[in-house]
């Protein structure tokens, strides 16, 4: 099995602690130290269910003592795919304390994903709701299972049917290891693939709790606080910025959304006194537009955080007239650097800026494509180091060569530029990302599968912006034959095993992509000029 490690430069590591971004601290002592402040305090809420802080330490310790009677030794990766439920919280405060390592994965990815992180992460369990939103999740283990027979174990919240149910686990304490080291890998995230499916990010107790601590700070999170989990929840920004995790932290109550559609949170909002929640821009959007017809009481919204794609400063300005709270725009990404506007903040910088970092330890370079510093106030590529930036990728030195310079440096893939006060403006991608309502999607993954099709010759997916989407993805389509239909072609694309976000939202039929003289176009050049052809075309037809 690969070794799991995330090693940052010593005399870096050694500031990180000076500084006190690096406590020692690890999930299963902040859990302790928490049910042992607020036994009785409400910790999570989410359909009938309502554990108090004592109650979610404990189910976590007689799972954990589950895991290991299971078969589970520590240093095992587990897939963990649920929604928003709190068996999410208790599953993965379990694994923290049997020392297992959690590898996240959302609740609309399919087969194709699941065996993916499966096999990177060389997996030996596999755990997940039995239903969701229409879906079987059971079906779906057992077409992993065909794949990746190494998995040993699955665990099912819910009826279980031919695999193991989680309210079944039980064990012994005494078998229970010791706690983590707080510089171990505490669990794996994903990272949108610009070639192809994702990376998965190494994540340390250390590093991690100091994302959530200090945003949870940044974001005044107290135990009176209640926080919202609308977005799923194995997404970084519900998870840390501050999310369920930051909330834990600062003793507040989570309440778990099935949905973040307003029909359903609202009623949440009004009946537990949410006081702060994230969404991606096409969620407020909503959100805005059912606020005012809902019979709901939302007056208790102190904070709408809105992240995961750029919130545009038209939109940003509703918010407080509309909603009556302040709005924080949110920036960051699972390899670590989160920006945040700040509560106190002018309105201004509110409504134009997506935030500056958490920590005066946060390196931010802006620079051109040669690699030269930008002028001040001009775009250039985001690069960042700091206490809680990954210096690489899990198992994949293709991607940690691309991603990493030499100094540690890591390249995000975005466009940025920088106002005199450390502020950032996101202008978009330097990649070939598709960032469709805050999922990014590969342009080169979703090539692949079209070109699968016998009758597709060439194809090339293209972002294209939307009003209510941020992005869309538009797959342009050479075909060779017959020509199909473009639903059939979606439908295809679905049938492969896919996450839905990742079908090409439009598909656009052409006779040939420009080429140069001797025959060759690179593939972003190529996406870059359909893009703009399609927009010019556009245009002029409007």
Same mark, same amino acid.
């Given at each position: 099995?690969?070794?799991?490690?995330?090693?940052?430069?010593?005399?870096?590591?050694?500031?990180?602690?000076?500084?006190?971004?690096?406590?020692?601290?690890?999930?299963?002592?902040?859990?302790?130290?928490?049910?042992?402040? /607020?036994?009785?305090?409400?910790?999570?809420?989410?359909? =009938?269910?309502?554990?108090?802080?004592?109650?979610?330490?404990?189910?976590?310790?007689?799972?954990?003592?589950?895991? &290991? +009677?299971?078969?589970?030794?520590?240093?095992?990766?587990?897939?963990?795919?649920?929604?928003? %439920?709190?068996?999410?919280?208790?599953?993965?405060?379990?694994?923290?304390?049997?020392?297992? &390592?959690?590898?996240?994965?959302?609740?609309?990815?399919?087969?194709?994903? &699941?065996?993916?992180?499966?096999?990177?992460?060389?997996?030996?369990?596999?755990?997940?709701?039995?239903?969701?939103?229409?879906?079987?999740?059971?079906?779906?283990?057992?077409?992993?299972?065909?794949?990746?027979?190494? %998995?040993?174990?699955?665990?099912?919240?819910?009826?279980?049917?031919?695999?193991?149910?989680?309210?079944?686990?039980?064990?012994?304490?005494?078998?229970?290891?010791?706690?983590?080291?707080? #510089?171990?890998?505490?669990?794996?995230?994903?990272?949108?693939?610009?070639?192809?499916?994702?990376?998965?990010?190494?994540?340390?107790?250390?590093?991690?709790?100091?994302?959530?601590?200090?945003?949870?700070?940044? $974001?005044? /999170?107290?135990? #009176? #606080?209640?926080?919202?989990?609308?977005?799923?929840?194995?997404?970084?920004?519900?998870?840390?910025?501050?999310?369920?995790?930051?909330?834990?932290?600062?003793?507040?109550?989570?309440?778990? #959304?099935?949905?973040?559609?307003?029909?359903?949170?609202?009623? /949440?909002?009004?009946?537990?006194?949410?006081?702060?929640?994230?969404?991606?821009?096409?969620?407020?959007?909503?959100?805005?537009?059912?606020?005012?017809?809902?019979?709901?009481?939302?007056?208790?919204?102190?904070?709408?955080?809105? !992240?995961?794609?750029?919130?545009?400063?038209?939109?940003?300005?509703?918010?407080?007239?509309?909603?009556? $709270?302040?709005?924080?725009?949110?920036?960051?990404?699972?390899?670590?650097?989160?920006?945040?506007?700040?509560?106190?903040?002018?309105?201004?910088? *509110?409504?134009?800026?997506?935030?500056?970092? *958490?920590?005066?330890?946060?390196?931010?370079? *802006?620079?051109?494509?040669?690699?030269?510093?930008?002028?001040?106030?001009?775009?250039?590529?985001?690069?960042?180091? !700091?206490?809680?930036?990954?210096?690489?990728?899990?198992?994949?030195?293709?991607?940690?060569?691309?991603?990493?310079?030499?100094? !540690?440096?890591?390249?995000?893939?975005?466009?940025?530029?920088?106002?005199?006060?450390?502020?950032?403006?996101?202008?978009?991608?330097?990649?070939?990302? %598709?960032?469709?309502?805050? =999922?990014? *999607?590969?342009?080169?993954?979703?090539?692949?599968?079209?070109?699968?099709?016998?009758?597709?010759?060439?194809?090339?997916?293209?972002?294209?912006?939307?009003?209510?989407?941020?992005?869309?993805?538009? +797959?342009?389509?050479?075909?060779?034959? =017959?020509?199909?239909?473009?639903?059939?072609?979606?439908?295809?694309?679905?049938?492969?095993?896919?996450?839905?976000?990742?079908?090409?939202?439009?598909?656009?039929?052409?006779?040939?992509?420009?080429?140069?003289?001797?025959?060759?176009?690179?593939?972003?050049?190529?996406?870059?000029?359909?893009?703009?052809?399609?927009?010019?075309?556009?245009?002029?037809?409007?």
């Amino acid at each position: 099995m690969k070794p799991l490690a995330q090693v940052w430069p010593a005399a870096f590591a050694e500031r990180y602690r000076a500084r006190g971004y690096w406590r020692g601290e690890t999930f299963t002592r902040m859990l302790r130290e928490r049910a042992q402040r /607020l036994p009785d305090h409400v910790a999570v809420v989410g359909g =009938e269910q309502r554990w108090t802080y004592a109650e979610l330490e404990s189910r976590a310790a007689r799972l954990a003592a589950g895991f &290991i +009677a299971l078969g589970f030794r520590p240093g095992d990766r587990v897939v963990v795919q649920l929604p928003n %439920i709190p068996e999410f919280l208790s599953v993965v405060f379990a694994l923290f304390r049997a020392r297992l &390592i959690p590898v996240y994965a959302l609740p609309a990815h399919r087969s194709v994903e &699941i065996v993916h992180f499966a096999r990177t992460a060389q997996a030996r369990g596999y755990i997940i709701a039995a239903r969701h939103d229409g879906f079987d999740y059971r079906t779906l283990a057992g077409q992993v299972l065909a794949e990746v027979p190494e %998995i040993a174990h699955v665990v099912v919240v819910g009826e279980a049917g031919p695999f193991t149910a989680l309210d079944a686990l039980s064990g012994t304490a005494a078998a229970l290891p010791e706690d983590a080291d707080p #510089s171990e890998v505490a669990f794996l995230q994903i990272s949108g693939g610009s070639t192809g499916l994702s990376k998965l990010i190494p994540r340390t107790h250390d590093d991690y709790i100091y994302s959530f601590r200090a945003s949870a700070e940044i $974001c005044g /999170l107290t135990p #009176s #606080s209640v926080y919202l989990a609308a977005l799923p929840v194995t997404h970084n920004f519900p998870m840390s910025s501050p999310g369920v995790f930051g909330a834990l932290y600062a003793g507040s109550r989570v309440v778990m #959304s099935p949905s973040p559609s307003p029909e359903v949170a609202f009623e /949440l909002i009004a009946r537990e006194k949410v006081t702060i929640t994230g969404l991606v821009p096409p969620l407020a959007l909503l959100w805005l537009q059912a606020a005012a017809t809902t019979t709901h009481d939302l007056s208790s919204l102190e904070v709408l955080q809105v !992240g995961g794609a750029k919130f545009m400063p038209e939109a940003a300005r509703r918010v407080r007239p509309v909603l009556g $709270c302040t709005l924080q725009q949110v920036f960051g990404m699972a390899e670590g650097l989160v920006n945040y506007t700040r509560l106190d903040d002018p309105e201004e910088t *509110i409504v134009s800026t997506q935030g500056r970092p *958490i920590s005066a330890d946060d390196e931010v370079l *802006i620079l051109d494509d040669a690699g030269n510093p930008v002028e001040e106030g001009e775009p250039g590529n985001l690069l960042t180091r !700091g206490p809680y930036t990954i210096r690489a990728y899990h198992n994949n030195d293709g991607a940690n060569a691309r991603a990493f310079t030499s100094d !540690g440096f890591y390249r995000t893939g975005d466009v940025v530029k920088r106002t005199p006060e450390g502020y950032l403006v996101v202008q978009g991608r330097a990649s070939d990302h %598709i960032n469709r309502a805050g =999922e990014k *999607i590969s342009a080169e993954e979703i090539e692949d599968h079209l070109l699968s099709h016998p009758s597709v010759f060439d194809a090339a997916v293209v972002s294209l912006p939307d009003e209510y989407l941020g992005e869309r993805s538009c +797959a342009f389509v050479i075909a060779q034959g =017959e020509k199909p239909k473009a639903a059939a072609l979606k439908a295809w694309v679905r049938g492969r095993g896919l996450a839905d976000f990742k079908v090409p939202d439009q598909v656009v039929f052409v006779d040939a992509f420009e080429t140069t003289a001797v025959g060759k176009v690179s593939r972003k050049e190529l996406r870059a000029s359909l893009r703009r052809r399609f927009l010019e075309t556009a245009d002029m037809e409007g």
